[in-house]
């Protein structure tokens, strides 16, 4: 199989893994709201905010003690969350 064949079959199977990376490898601009996916949102609306893009790529922790459990989630850009009972 050729390289280019077996880069196209992964990218079908895996779609968008290449955001991903980009996200992970530059998570210090992205949480600072100046990500190149960021800017590119700000560009075709400049009534966001760089803090505002910030937003929806911060991570949240938290411990609730009455019901003795930890949030860990995202920001409001992500609406999924993990729960940890203690």
Not at 15 to 21: D, G, H, K, L
Not at 32 to 60: E, M, Y
């Amino acid at each position: 199989m050729h390289l280019g064949k077996a880069l196209g079959e992964f990218d079908q199977k895996i779609p968008n893994v290449e955001s991903a990376r980009d996200v992970i490898m530059h998570f210090s601009e992205y949480t600072a709201g100046i990500g190149n996916k960021q800017r590119k949102l700000q560009s075709r609306d400049p009534t966001v905010t760089s803090a505002d893009l910030a937003n929806q790529f911060a991570t949240r922790f938290g411990y609730d003690p009455p019901a003795d459990q930890v949030r860990i989630g995202s920001g409001s850009g992500l609406t999924s969350s993990t729960l940890l009972k203690f």
